[in-house]
């Protein structure tokens, strides 16, 4: 099979290997394809090439590789296997010079996604509102590079469908969030192109401010929300308390008082322990904008969410699942209290966004970049 270019389409159904060039690793071939076991035999069969553990092989003597890419280039035709390439640099290499030039410590990981359902599995972990879900969803990604950092952003970047120059950079959600489709609050992935440093001026610029808003705006939302069911729950129990009444009007059989005061707890924790880490969260972007009375309410609110924490510490947000403090009733009413300060110096203290629309740059040439950390392959 001859070599053509990446975006050339092939045979549904057939094996591909996508050859691309690192400066620090060589050439980089990447197994593709429904039938892809068939382009790693291939490259298992060639001499010089070294599989390493993202499911990625490289050739590192670039220089005496002709021999290599000859025997290559017999095997795929042995195994029905099409061969493409490009002028596009390694996603591995350009995704670290990316990073390198992003505010922070970040970690690259590359993950192929050779059969073409696994890109599957990134839809409903990625929280966006732009071209790169649409891409996932719909285009072919055999494979891409996921950003973090120790703040627990996490970011993914893929090579632009149909573009052999330019990168999609979306964001995968917050940790404490399970449910990302059609989220109003989504932030939008940003188009690079193939100029590290001015890509990460970009997202340095944009995108991470608009993703640090676009999560507190979330947070924000979801915990008003809870609250102000609790609330609604509350109003409902004390009604019915002080009229011996059901909210329909039905005369309340003073055996069944404790049943439904039992429902009452029953609900109110079901609902506290969606919040929690919410709440949680929304607490540890918020600092007191005035007034030692808010102060004093956000640090009895830090109890009650970390109730085995130091006074001092702001520690990672409670899992939905962790246990609720002794003392449900106690619990809701400190909540119902103080929750009103944190609604209030959440929305104070929202997130600057970016002041102006950054437009990426013409598409350049790519540049040299330092290797990748490798992640291994997700068994299938």
Excluded: C
């Amino acid at each position: 099979m001859s070599m053509d270019d990446r975006t050339t389409p092939s045979p549904r159904g057939m094996a591909q290997i996508i050859l691309a060039l690192s400066p620090a690793d060589g050439l980089v071939a990447v197994p593709v394809g429904e039938q892809y076991r068939w382009a790693d035999t291939a490259l298992r069969l060639t001499p010089g090439f070294d599989r390493r553990p993202d499911g990625t092989y490289a050739l590192t003597d670039v220089d005496a590789a002709k021999p290599n890419l000859l025997a290559l280039a017999e095997n795929a035709r042995r195994h029905r296997v099409f061969l493409f390439g490009g002028a596009r640099t390694y996603l591995g290499d350009y995704a670290t010079a990316l990073a390198d030039g992003l505010p922070g410590t970040w970690t690259v990981k590359v993950g192929v996604y050779a059969h073409p359902v696994w890109q599957e599995d990134l839809v409903p972990l990625l929280w966006d509102a732009g071209e790169l879900v649409d891409s996932v969803g719909h285009a072919r990604i055999p494979y891409g590079a996921h950003l973090a950092n120790d703040a627990g952003i996490e970011l993914l970047l893929v090579e632009r469908p149909g573009s052999a120059h330019e990168y999609l950079l979306g964001a995968f959600t917050s940790a404490t969030f399970d449910d990302n489709y059609a989220d109003p609050h989504a932030p939008s992935s940003v188009v690079l192109s193939s100029d590290a440093a001015h890509a990460a001026g970009l997202v340095t610029g944009a995108f991470l401010p608009a993703y640090e808003q676009a999560v507190h705006e979330r947070l924000l939302t979801v915990v008003e929300a809870a609250h102000g069911r609790l609330e609604e729950l509350h109003a409902t129990w004390t009604v019915i308390q002080q009229s011996g009444r059901y909210s329909d009007g039905i005369r309340l059989d003073p055996a069944t008082l404790g049943h439904v005061a039992q429902q009452y707890l029953e609900e109110g924790s079901v609902e506290w322990r969606r919040l929690r880490p919410h709440a949680a969260e929304l607490l540890s972007r918020v600092h007191p904008a005035a007034g030692a009375e808010d102060s004093a309410s956000l640090d009895r609110l830090r109890q009650l969410l970390y109730p085995d924490a130091a006074a001092s510490s702001w520690p990672a947000a409670p899992s939905a699942s962790a246990a609720l403090p002794p003392g449900t009733v106690e619990t809701l009413r400190r909540w119902r209290t103080d929750a009103p300060t944190l609604l209030r110096q959440a929305r104070a203290t929202r997130p600057v966004g970016p002041a102006t629309t950054v437009r990426p740059a013409l598409p350049a040439a790519g540049k040299a970049a330092p290797s990748v950390p490798e992640r291994a392959p997700r068994s299938r």
